[in-house]
């Protein structure tokens, strides 16, 4: 990249760093000694304002570098990523949002917890929550150092760990900082930012193809190498039958993982009521649909502008197909126009990563210190709401150095992809177990406690055995082969088994449900009566 890239882009990184750390000095202000105001920001924000930071909490960079990046390499297999993120957000609406909502008050465990033994089933929460948050928080380290290295020099190695261990920085200070309030006004402004900037470089893509839909498609697929076969299905995900079955397995993990995630959940706690809640989720909705159809446009734009060889010779997972489209749509490398696009684009990416983490390392140091920390003390003396929120401050601090030294470890794979592991994770840990508390009378404290681990702990053995980790050149370790499990996501054996250890848990267990406890969590859930 030349010097004025280089000079624009970031000054342009600079200008939003600087405002969203006014944010957090503003927010920081605020009275944060409470657990409510740290955790959920007073529960102060409107339906509209929660409904865009839910859209910025989850318009991720795997939405805007990862997915056009995927659909740029692969065509027609790419948007599965772009149809199941969307479609999740039904079940989030119609199965979730409200009943948290009214059950819980600031994590997935308190909604568990409502009708179980608090300590067991808190700490296996509390754990399964810190996972998938730190597998989440790897896939946005890998974007940002994506995206730095190649405005500081394409591949450059170092300009890629250095960005990892800024991200990891700056999130820490905005979490420990400014709690949930500051966090939520970022998200809001990235919604902001990032929806500007796709609508005008989808605009453009349209305009280079005189608004001809058919043209844009029929140029991807020439300019793609693989020719029509760009345009159906199975150049990623076909041929063999362990692609096929990836192709389930992914599918089934990015609908049902949405509604397992922890910063997502913890979101609707933001919000004074369940009907506050739902509304924010069609907000959300709104803003999340109207962005992953673009995110089709920018994909098969990037592979017939730029050209899908392209994309994969700048960054083999395709993290850069947005980056270089921006840079042809202004007029070319040299050109001036190029050059403040392509500025403006990294600027909103970045932005868009500070502002995901942000919300994710809030999530998981809520559960550490929320539920690990406080069941942990609890009989020996109750927890302070100020220690609690001490505790959380410290957890932020520890979760970043972990996501750091990950995402240094898996800087070369795609962003999309990476996300689709940790909803693989949260779909198998955490939906069934809530699912199972909200609606199963007969569920109980053995059977969540089965249920979050029995989903857990097989995600995570079969993503180390799977060719992720080794026996492929794209692995992580390309080095060594300790493959045993042929898949590269694991929701298609580990959701089904969260499911199955909840049930046996139940069965098995000599515990009689609490039936009292069970109407009591059932009226709360439904009509909001003793919500806080």
């Known amino acids: 990249m030349s010097g004025d890239h280089q000079t624009l882009a970031l000054v342009l990184f600079s200008v939003f760093v600087a405002v969203t750390l006014a944010i957090t000095t503003w927010a920081s202000r605020k009275r944060h000694g409470t657990a409510e105001e740290f955790y959920a ?19 991720s960079a795997a939405s805007f570098l990862g997915i056009a990046g995927l659909i740029a390499l692969y065509g027609y297999d790419g948007l599965l990523y772009s149809v199941g993120f969307l479609v999740a957000w039904l079940v989030v609406l119609f199965l979730v949002a409200e009943l948290v909502r009214n059950c819980g008050r600031f994590t997935l465990a308190d909604v568990v917890a409502a009708r179980m033994k608090e300590r067991p089933v ?50 820490v200070v905005y979490v420990s900082l400014g709690g949930m309030r500051a966090t939520t006004w970022i998200q809001i402004v990235k919604a902001v930012l990032l929806m500007g900037g796709a609508i005008a470089l989808t605009v453009l893509v349209l305009l280079r193809f005189h608004g001809d839909f058919n043209q844009l498609l029929s140029t991807a697929a020439e300019r793609s190498g693989h020719g029509e076969r760009f345009l159906g299905p199975g150049l990623k995900y076909g041929g063999s039958w362990t692609a096929r079955l990836d192709f389930i397995s992914l599918g089934l993990a990015l609908v049902l993982g949405t509604a397992g995630l922890p910063h997502i959940l913890s ?78 684009v990294a600027a909103v990416a970045f932005a868009t990563i500070l502002a995901v983490v942000a919300g994710i390392t809030l999530a998981s140091s809520a559960s550490v210190a929320h539920d690990l920390y406080a069941s942990l003390r609890s009989r020996r003396k109750p927890v302070k709401p100020r220690s609690e929120v001490a505790v959380a401050r410290v957890a932020a601090v520890g979760i ?27 779909a198998s840990a955490n939906l069934p177990v809530l699912l199972y508390s909200l609606f199963w009378r007969g ?42 499990f042929p898949l590269q996501n694991p929701g298609l054996v580990s959701i089904p088994l969260g499911f199955l250890a909840g049930w046996i848990g139940t069965l098995t267990s000599k515990e009689s449900p609490d039936e009292a406890k069970h109407a009591e969590t059932e009226v709360r859930s439904l009509t909001g009566a003793g919500a806080v």
């Open 122 to 171: 808190r700490i296996a929460a509390g754990t399964s929550s810190v996972t998938v948050s730190v597998l989440y928080l790897v896939a946005q380290m890998v974007g940002a150092g994506s995206l730095v290295a190649l405005l500081l020099g394409g591949t450059s190695g170092a300009a890629q760990n250095w960005t990892v261990v800024g991200v990891g920085a700056l999130m």
């Open 443 to 484: 569920f109980t404290t053995c059977g969540a406690v089965w249920s979050v681990y029995g989903g857990l702990v097989p995600a995570l053995a079969l993503v180390v055995l799977s060719p992720v980790v080794s026996g492929s050149p794209e692995s992580i370790f390309p080095g060594v082969d300790f493959q045993l």
């Open 400 to 426: 970043g150095a972990v996501a750091i030294a990950l995402g240094l470890l898996a800087r070369d794979l795609n962003v999309a992809f990476l996300v689709g592991l940790a909803f693989a994770v949260a």
């Open 267 to 344: 979101r609707f706690y933001t919000v004074p009521t369940a009907r506050a809640a739902r509304r924010s989720v069609v907000w959300s909705i709104g803003l999340i649909g109207g962005f992953y159809l673009m995110t089709v446009v920018l994909g098969f734009g990037a592979a017939a502008i730029v050209g899908s060889e392209e994309v994969r010779r700048s960054n083999p997972a395709g993290n850069t197909a947005v980056s270089l489209l921006s840079l042809d749509l202004g007029g070319g490398a040299d050109s001036t126009g190029g050059t403040i696009l392509f500025a403006i």
């Open 41 to 59: 920001g007073g529960r102060l924000f409107t339906p509209m304002e929660n409904g865009f930071a839910i859209a910025g909490d989850y318009m």
